[in-house]
Nanobody, 124 residues
Framework: VQLQASGGGLVQAGGSLRLSCAASGRTFSRSFMGWFRQAPGKEREFVAAISWSSGMSRYADSVKGRFTISRDNAKNTVYLQMNSLKPEDTAVYYC??????????????????WGQGTQVTVSS
């Protein structure tokens, strides 16, 4: 499975960005896709994830009500709409694919494939 993330950039606080992650290759066996982020000097943290079949989603508390994850089955693409961005959202954002139980989709070790990351910078 190959993942190509895009859509990052520089935005002012309060602004919006939409990240995209296109999957190719052995995508038929994926169970869920998710977004994680990593800020300088910090560990990678869960942001949001979505079940590929049911569309059930899960969010980190820090982004609930501001971020929305969605998927387009026909395009094998998952999106992360980020609104009301804050400077603390600044990080490299990674998309990933997991093939295990959807109950584990907030756990980084549940993911089997990772994209290259896209930088999101929110200025104050």
């Amino acid at each position: 499975v190959q993942l190509q993330a895009s859509g990052g950039g520089l935005v002012q606080a309060g602004g919006s960005l939409r990240l995209s992650c296109a999957a190719s290759g052995r995508t038929f066996s994926r169970s869920f896709m998710g977004w994680f982020r990593q800020a300088p000097g910090k560990e990678r943290e869960f942001v949001a994830a979505i079940s590929w079949s049911s569309g059930m989603s899960r969010y980190a508390d820090s982004v609930k009500g501001r971020f929305t994850i969605s998927r387009d089955n026909a395009k094998n693409t998952v999106y992360l709409q980020m609104n009301s961005l804050k400077p603390e959202d600044t990080a490299v954002y990674y998309c990933a694919v997991g093939m295990g139980p959807i109950a584990t989709m907030s756990l980084p070790w549940s993911y089997d494939y990772w994209g290259q990351g896209t930088q999101v910078t929110v200025s104050s």
